[in-house]
């Protein structure tokens, strides 16, 4: 079955340390997005990835980076410079330029040690 | 800039009624699309439907549907015949076709009472 997988589903981070969640697509979709949803709110937006090779910064970009060396991958990194690192990150993936709807990961909840 | 307000920090309403969560937004962009996404206690994000500005109908995916009026910016999710299953947080959400980015409103939390 096509779908998107995020993992690990939970992560501990000590201070200082930087962390990687995973996120890999099955769906062919050109586009990726990372959001971050703090306890009783929305989402927002940190990266997203039209294509191979180039990402543009979301609403919070800083203390995180990303990379998209192959379409089924977008790898989130939150550095030891994101100081309040604790929340839930969703991974999401859709066709680029079409109003179709994301497809989301059941996400990774990522707490500090 | 596009914004998406959803005045109903939560909701309650009895098994098998219909219940309306609203959504209002603001987008100076003539092309946009909007959707309703559901998120249970377990985190994941579920698609439940989807709006074009420029559809002429209102959509419809089984017990729910989507009361578009254009003018007043308003996209409200009608869930029909309630069940304890759709407890959950409710998330609207805008595209707008020129910046290529979803933003999502701050939801609504239902509570489906037996």
């Known amino acids: 079955d096509g779908g998107i997988t995020q993992s690990p589903k939970y992560l501990f981070r000590k201070e200082g340390q930087n962390v990687t969640l995973s996120c890999e697509q099955n769906?062919?979709?050109?586009?990726m997005y990372w959001y971050r949803q703090d306890p009783g709110q929305g989402l927002r937006l940190i990266y997203y990835?039209?294509?191979?090779?180039?990402?543009q910064k979301g609403d919070i970009a800083e203390g995180y980076s990303v990379s998209r060396e192959k379409k089924e991958s977008f790898p989130l990194t939150v550095t030891s410079a994101q100081k309040n690192p604790t929340a839930f990150y969703l991974c999401?993936?859709?066709?680029?330029?079409?109003?179709?709807?994301?497809?989301f990961g059941d996400g990774t909840r990522l707490s500090i040690l | 800039a596009q914004k998406i307000t959803q005045t109903q920090p939560g909701m309650f309403v009895q098994e098998k009624e219909a219940v309306t969560l609203d959504c209002t937004y603001d987008t100076s962009d003539p092309s946009y699309g909007l959707f309703w996404y559901k998120q249970p206690s377990s985190g994941e994000m579920i698609f439940l439907i989807y709006?074009?500005?420029?559809?002429?109908q209102n959509a419809t995916e089984g017990r729910y549907s989507l009361n578009f009026q254009k003018a007043r910016k308003s996209a409200n999710l009608v869930i029909s015949a309630s069940q304890l299953g759709d407890s959950a947080m409710y998330f609207c959400a805008i595209l707008q076709t020129s910046y290529d980015k979803v933003i999502f409103g701050p939801g609504t939390s239902l509570s489906v009472i037996p």
């Open positions: 990835s039209q294509i191979v090779n180039d990402f």
């Open positions: 709006q074009g500005s420029y559809d002429q």
């Open positions: 769906l062919n979709h050109d586009a």
């Open positions: 999401a993936s859709s066709i680029w330029g079409s109003n179709q709807p994301q497809h």
